[in-house]
């Protein structure tokens, strides 16, 4: 009995999770019509639809991307462009396209150090797999180690390396994560907004910020957030007038 | 038992009294001594008395001046008290002493500056005019009025002072305002404080005025100082003023007590008079408003001469340039943010960020500025302006800045220049926008959306194709799917280490069983050697050790080994292999056939033989 009722579940998510799928592609396909023909904002509504349906896919924020640069909000176009990149790190289209928006809007952008410029030789998955794989390889050779008679230098040389690029993909990922790229990464959305030395409108002026800056967001206080500025600087900007890459 | 104080007792009152007895001791030695003299009137009559008071201020100690000898005038010491004035925790000393001016003759006299030490230092008393008329009725004395038709002109001044009375347009003038009321009639409020009337310039907000005591024509005024800058509008002469005050001062009344007191020298109706040496704050008083206002200044006002620079903003002063940028190496396109300040003395609202001398190749933001003054007006200081730049192509240098300004003093303009600062710009030129396909045009019957920019470049097209799966921004380290996975290689760890086990301890069961062969093999061979063995027994031990050597070398079961071969496996001679045969066929027929039944005991030849034989069966 207790096995029908585990069955009946489980057939009745899979059709209510594929009629959800085909409606968002319906909502996709409707905001690619209303792109081709220019009416961006309806496009802009359609994409919105499909990502707060939770289908989240680098197409969509491309294409959601393209429809904020034709109404001419660079700030919202560079933003879905950056979480199409996030999402997808190879993705040409949205790179390109956020290339022409940060000359644009002439966005400022943040300054890598030389520990996240050389770490961004490959993505977060590749450094994760990486220190995945040789964790356990290591493992393996340790037990090998451990459990025969013969102990060659070679396997111990071996364990080490493993260990070593275990380390090296760990503190990869710390430096990508905490970096420019990482999760505190925020895209300016207001025009024009200035980051000032304390929480107030009056305070002084750090930087006068573009649309489509980006930020990296250290802390939040009310309606105002703290972050490291494009000038190596920092300041207060009200939370309204940046958004967060990632979702 | 005895008890340590406690930490609270330590702060007895005792102590803070000490410390606040130090702070005064200490202030009072730290301020700088100063004296004061003052007549209670400067017109009198024969033989009405007026007060003299000398008010040293400032020090712990002083010691009054020896007998005033003024011809005409008999001048006693009628005692002396001492003050302790508190401000903003700021504490003054003073003491007061008090002389009995009388008239004994008509005339003008001048009481001479009197001699003080106060604090290891002599100061010297201003010198004093007092009028003295021949009959009462003729001295000039307030007495008479009442206090609704009191002079505000004898109970308060205002008057306005600029720094210089030919300007340029746009050139800051310093002003100085200053407001003072007589001591005798405290002020108690100053309303909106000095206003400066006029047209055709500007002045700068007036900050907290300046207070002190100044004893001006025989008079005791509160005096307040306020300080502003004014900044011509336009040319020609300009009128500037008058300063307009409207303060409330309380006015004392009269007490009909003062007619009882003794040695009551400033009887009647005069309200400067009546109770002259009390404390103002302690008599009877009103509360009056009284409206003030300053004579008019003309200020000359000329205009900036004609060609100016392109780059003047309207600056007049005169100031210093200088800059500096970080970084100084970077990629193109990235920031570099230039830091530029201009520091003097002049109209800093008017001081734009200097601009740059080639700006080509660069783009440049918006600046944001800071501006720190020096001063309590605002007219001179420091002001810094942050400009970000980025490089479209390779630099070697940022450009130098200009900033003009025109010098009031030479009557010329001055263009400052920051020279180039060398910096490094590294990478290609700005990512070609013109390489990316061009997107389908859109249609001309596009409804009213927001129109795309003509200047804005082509973009790539939009993208068809939304795969079924869901992508996500969580990081792979940090995403369920991910740890799950390491069950797997911690599950194939697990395995291979039980394998390992396992195998190490089969190999482990092999070993012993082998031991215990060879222990048995070892055991078969020490009997042999003894004499007292049947035979029947002898050649089944010694079958038994060839067995044993041959499955120990072949890793067998030794019951399946026969004559044939452990001869093999030892590779034996055919002499050998049929001496090993024979032994086997012995071992057989003493066990089944019972023929050596009866022989007790083997000859020792053939033990010997026996023996070698099993000792030679080596692999």
Same mark, same amino acid.
């Given at each position: 009995?207790? /096995?029908?009722?585990?069955?009946?579940?489980?057939?009745?998510?899979?059709?209510?999770?594929?009629?959800?799928?085909?409606?968002?592609?319906?909502?996709?396909?409707?905001?690619?019509?209303?792109?081709?023909?220019?009416?961006?904002?309806?496009?802009?509504? /359609?994409?919105?639809?499909?990502?707060?349906?939770?289908?989240?896919?680098?197409?969509?924020?491309?294409?959601?991307?393209?429809?904020?640069?034709?109404?001419?909000?660079?700030?919202?176009?560079? %933003?879905?462009?950056?979480?199409?990149?996030?999402?997808?790190?190879?993705?040409?289209?949205?790179?390109?396209? %956020?290339?022409?928006?940060?000359?644009?809007?002439?966005?400022?952008?943040?300054?890598?150090?030389?520990?996240?410029?050389?770490?961004?030789?490959?993505?977060?998955?590749?450094?994760?797999?990486?220190?995945?794989?040789?964790?356990?390889?290591?493992?393996? %050779?340790?037990?090998?180690?451990?459990?025969? /008679?013969?102990?060659?230098?070679?396997?111990?040389?071996?364990?080490? %390396?493993?260990?070593?690029?275990?380390?090296?993909?760990?503190?990869?990922?710390?430096?990508?994560?905490?970096?420019?790229?990482?999760?505190?990464?925020?895209?300016?959305?207001?025009?024009?907004?200035?980051?000032?030395?304390?929480?107030?409108?009056?305070?002084?002026?750090?930087?006068?910020?573009?649309?489509?800056?980006?930020?990296?967001?250290?802390?939040?206080?009310?309606?105002?957030?703290?972050?490291?500025?494009?000038?190596?600087?920092?300041?207060?900007?009200?939370?309204?007038?940046?958004?967060?890459?990632?979702? | 038992?005895?008890?340590?104080?406690?930490?609270?007792?330590?702060?007895?009152?005792?102590?803070?009294?000490?410390?606040?007895?130090?702070?005064?001791?200490?202030?009072?030695?730290?301020?700088?001594?100063?004296?004061?003299?003052?007549?209670?009137?400067?017109?009198?009559?024969?033989?009405?008395?007026?007060?003299?008071?000398?008010?040293?201020?400032?020090?712990?100690?002083?010691?009054?001046?020896?007998?005033?000898?003024?011809?005409?005038?008999?001048?006693?010491?009628?005692?002396?008290?001492?003050?302790?004035?508190?401000?903003?925790?700021?504490?003054?000393?003073?003491?007061? +002493?008090? +002389?009995?001016?009388?008239?004994?003759?008509?005339?003008?006299?001048?009481?001479?500056?009197?001699?003080?030490?106060?604090?290891? !230092?002599?100061?010297?008393?201003?010198?004093?005019?007092?009028?003295?008329?021949?009959?009462?009725?003729? &001295?000039?004395?307030?007495?008479?009025?009442?206090?609704?038709?009191?002079?505000?002109?004898?109970?308060?001044?205002?008057?306005?002072?600029?720094?210089?009375?030919?300007?340029?347009?746009?050139?800051?003038?310093?002003?100085?305002?200053?407001?003072?009321?007589?001591?005798?009639?405290?002020?108690?409020?100053?309303?909106?404080?000095?206003?400066?009337?006029?047209?055709?310039?500007?002045?700068?907000?007036?900050?907290?005025?300046?207070?002190?005591?100044?004893?001006?024509?025989?008079?005791?005024?509160?005096?307040?100082?306020?300080?502003?800058?004014? !900044?011509?509008?336009?040319?020609?002469?300009?009128?500037?003023?008058?300063?307009?005050?409207?303060?409330?001062?309380?006015?004392?009344?009269?007490?009909?007590?003062?007619?009882?007191?003794?040695?009551?020298?400033?009887?009647?109706?005069?309200?400067?008079?009546?109770?002259?040496?009390?404390?103002?704050?302690?008599?009877?008083?009103?509360?009056?408003?009284?409206?003030?206002?300053?004579?008019?200044?003309?200020?000359?006002?000329?205009?900036?001469?004609?060609?100016?620079?392109?780059?003047?903003?309207?600056?007049?002063?005169?100031?210093?340039?200088?800059?500096?940028?970080?970084?100084?190496?970077?990629?193109?396109?990235?920031?570099?943010?230039?830091?530029?300040?201009?520091?003097?003395?002049?109209?800093?609202?008017?001081?734009?960020?200097?601009?740059?001398?080639?700006?080509?190749?660069?783009?440049?933001?918006?600046?944001?500025?800071?501006?720190?003054?020096?001063?309590?007006?605002?007219?001179?200081?420091?002001?810094?302006?942050?400009?970000?730049?980025?490089?479209?192509?390779?630099?070697?240098?940022?450009?130098?800045?200009?900033?003009?300004?025109?010098?009031?003093?030479?009557?010329?303009?001055?263009?400052?220049?920051?020279?180039?600062?060398?910096?490094?710009?590294?990478?290609?030129?700005?990512?070609?926008?013109?390489?990316?396909?061009?997107?389908?045009? &859109?249609?001309?019957?596009?409804?009213?959306?927001?129109?795309?920019?003509?200047?804005?470049?082509?973009?790539?097209?939009?993208?068809?194709?939304?795969?079924?799966?869901?992508?996500?921004?969580?990081?792979?380290?940090?995403?369920?799917?991910?740890?799950?996975?390491?069950?797997?290689?911690?599950?194939?760890?697990?395995?291979?280490?039980?394998?390992?086990?396992?195998?190490?301890?089969?190999?482990?069961?092999?070993?012993?069983?082998?031991?215990?062969?060879?222990?048995?093999?070892?055991?078969?061979?020490?009997?042999?050697?003894?004499?007292?063995?049947?035979?029947?027994? +002898?050649?089944?031990?010694?079958?038994?050790?060839?067995?044993?050597?041959?499955?120990?070398?072949?890793?067998?079961?030794?019951? &399946?080994?026969?004559?044939?071969?452990?001869?093999?496996?030892?590779?034996?001679?055919? &002499?050998?292999?049929?001496?090993?045969?024979?032994?086997?066929?012995? !071992?057989?027929?003493?066990? +089944? !056939?019972?023929?050596?039944?009866?022989?007790?005991?083997?000859?020792?030849?053939?033990?010997?033989?026996?023996?070698?034989?099993?000792?030679?069966?080596?692999?």
């Amino acid at each position: 009995m207790i /096995r029908v009722v585990h069955i009946c579940a489980m057939l009745v998510t899979v059709v209510v999770a594929g009629s959800a799928s085909a409606e968002e592609e319906n909502l996709f396909v409707s905001g690619n019509a209303a792109y081709s023909e220019a009416r961006f904002q309806i496009a802009v509504d /359609r994409y919105e639809a499909v990502i707060h349906g939770g289908n989240w896919h680098a197409n969509v924020f491309y294409n959601l991307g393209n429809s904020y640069y034709r109404l001419g909000n660079f700030g919202k176009a560079i %933003l879905n462009y950056e979480r199409a990149v996030a999402l997808d790190p190879h993705h040409p289209e949205a790179d390109a396209n %956020l290339r022409l928006a940060r000359d644009e809007a002439r966005a400022l952008e943040l300054r890598k150090d030389w520990i996240e410029r050389y770490a961004s030789m490959a993505t977060v998955k590749q450094y994760s797999i990486a220190a995945a794989v040789a964790f356990w390889f290591s493992f393996f %050779l340790i037990a090998h180690l451990l459990l025969s /008679r013969r102990r060659s230098a070679g396997r111990i040389a071996l364990i080490a %390396l493993s260990m070593m690029v275990c380390g090296v993909s760990i503190f990869a990922i710390f430096a990508l994560e905490n970096g420019t790229r990482g999760n505190a990464l925020a895209i300016v959305t207001a025009k024009e907004i200035e980051a000032r030395l304390a929480t107030a409108d009056n305070a002084k002026s750090v930087l006068l910020l573009p649309a489509g800056s980006e930020i990296k967001i250290l802390s939040e206080r009310g309606d105002w957030v703290y972050a490291a500025l494009p000038n190596d600087q920092r300041g207060w900007i009200p939370t309204s007038s940046a958004e967060r890459v990632r979702m | 038992m005895f008890q340590t104080p406690s930490r609270t007792a330590i702060f007895s009152p005792a102590i803070l009294a000490a410390v606040f007895a130090f702070l005064v001791a200490h202030d009072a030695i730290a301020a700088s001594a100063d004296v004061t003299a003052v007549l209670s009137n400067s017109n009198t009559a024969v033989g009405q008395p007026v007060q003299l008071q000398i008010k040293v201020t400032g020090s712990a100690s002083a010691r009054p001046p020896g007998a005033i000898a003024v011809d005409g005038l008999d001048i006693r010491f009628s005692g002396q008290s001492q003050l302790l004035e508190g401000r903003n925790f700021q504490f003054t000393y003073s003491y007061i +002493y008090n +002389y009995t001016v009388m008239p004994l003759k008509a005339g003008t006299f001048k009481i001479p500056p009197q001699t003080v030490e106060a604090g290891g !230092s002599t100061l010297r008393t201003p010198e004093l005019t007092l009028q003295v008329a021949a009959d009462s009725s003729t &001295a000039q004395s307030p007495r008479s009025k009442s206090s609704a038709s009191i002079d505000p002109s004898k109970i308060a001044f205002v008057e306005l002072t600029l720094s210089k009375t030919t300007a340029y347009v746009g050139e800051m003038i310093p002003a100085v305002v200053r407001v003072g009321f007589n001591v005798r009639t405290p002020v108690e409020s100053l309303g909106n404080g000095a206003e400066i009337t006029g047209q055709g310039f500007t002045a700068q907000k007036m900050r907290e005025p300046r207070q002190t005591i100044e004893t001006i024509g025989g008079r005791t005024y509160q005096v307040f100082t306020f300080k502003t800058a004014l !900044s011509p509008a336009r040319s020609g002469k300009i009128e500037v003023g008058p300063v307009q005050v409207h303060a409330v001062v309380r006015i004392p009344r009269p007490n009909s007590r003062s007619q009882t007191m003794p040695r009551d020298l400033f009887d009647t109706n005069d309200p400067f008079m009546d109770n002259f040496f009390r404390d103002p704050l302690f008599m009877p008083s009103t509360p009056q408003e009284v409206k003030i206002k300053s004579e008019q200044v003309t200020l000359e006002v000329k205009s900036l001469p004609p060609g100016a620079p392109p780059d003047f903003g309207g600056a007049v002063g005169n100031f210093t340039l200088s800059n500096e940028v970080k970084p100084k190496t970077a990629q193109v396109g990235d920031p570099f943010t230039v830091t530029a300040t201009i520091t003097g003395r002049g109209n800093f609202d008017r001081v734009t960020a200097p601009a740059f001398e080639d700006e080509h190749g660069w783009h440049k933001y918006p600046p944001s500025a800071d501006f720190k003054q020096d001063d309590d007006i605002g007219i001179s200081g420091t002001k810094k302006f942050e400009i970000v730049l980025s490089a479209n192509e390779r630099k070697d240098q940022i450009p130098a800045q200009l900033f003009t300004y025109f010098d009031p003093a030479k009557e010329q303009y001055v263009t400052l220049r920051a020279e180039p600062i060398p910096v490094r710009v590294e990478g290609g030129s700005a990512p070609a926008a013109t390489t990316a396909p061009a997107a389908p045009q &859109a249609p001309t019957t596009a409804p009213s959306q927001a129109p795309r920019q003509a200047s804005q470049q082509e973009i790539l097209h939009q993208l068809t194709e939304l795969p079924a799966e869901t992508q996500s921004f969580t990081p792979l380290f940090a995403r369920q799917s991910f740890w799950l996975a390491q069950l797997i290689p911690l599950i194939a760890l697990l395995g291979f280490v039980a394998w390992k086990i396992r195998v190490a301890h089969l190999n482990n069961r092999e070993l012993q069983r082998r031991e215990a062969l060879q222990h048995e093999a070892a055991a078969l061979q020490r009997s042999l050697r003894r004499e007292d063995v049947s035979p029947e027994e +002898y050649f089944s031990k010694a079958s038994r050790a060839v067995q044993l050597k041959t499955a120990l070398v072949r890793n067998v079961d030794p019951a &399946a080994v026969d004559a044939d071969i452990a001869a093999s496996t030892f590779g034996m001679d055919e &002499a050998t292999r049929t001496r090993l045969r024979r032994l086997f066929e012995k !071992s057989d027929e003493a066990r +089944y !056939s019972g023929v050596g039944n009866g022989i007790r005991l083997l000859p020792a030849e053939t033990r010997n033989e026996v023996l070698e034989l099993i000792d030679n069966l080596r692999s």
